[in-house]
């Protein structure tokens, strides 16, 4: 997160010799709000892993499970045919 607001500090600073004009603002206005999504999204997927985790943890288990069994399946398919 804080790559992503120095990189926009960067960016967003008017050019040397470049028009005075206030859009370079705009687009750091932008990030910022995109900064606080991401910090929010961020928020809530842990407290949905914390509250969930168990879960989540066996559903990965049985689908890579599955999911090897179903390769092995359609290998073994197409060597037969």
Not at 23 to 40: E, I, N, P, Q, W
Not at 71 to 76: K, P, Q, T, V
Request: aromatic fraction near 6%.
């Amino acid at each position: 997160m804080l790559g992503m607001k120095q990189s926009c500090d960067f960016h967003c600073r008017p050019k040397p010799g470049g028009p005075s004009g206030g859009s370079h603002t705009r687009g750091c206005a932008g990030s910022d709000r995109d900064l606080r999504t991401a910090a929010a999204s961020d928020a809530t997927s842990q407290r949905i892993e914390l509250a969930i985790g168990k879960d989540l943890q066996f559903i990965r288990i049985n689908g890579t499970i599955v999911g090897g069994l179903a390769g092995l399946a359609i290998y073994f398919i197409a060597k037969l045919f």
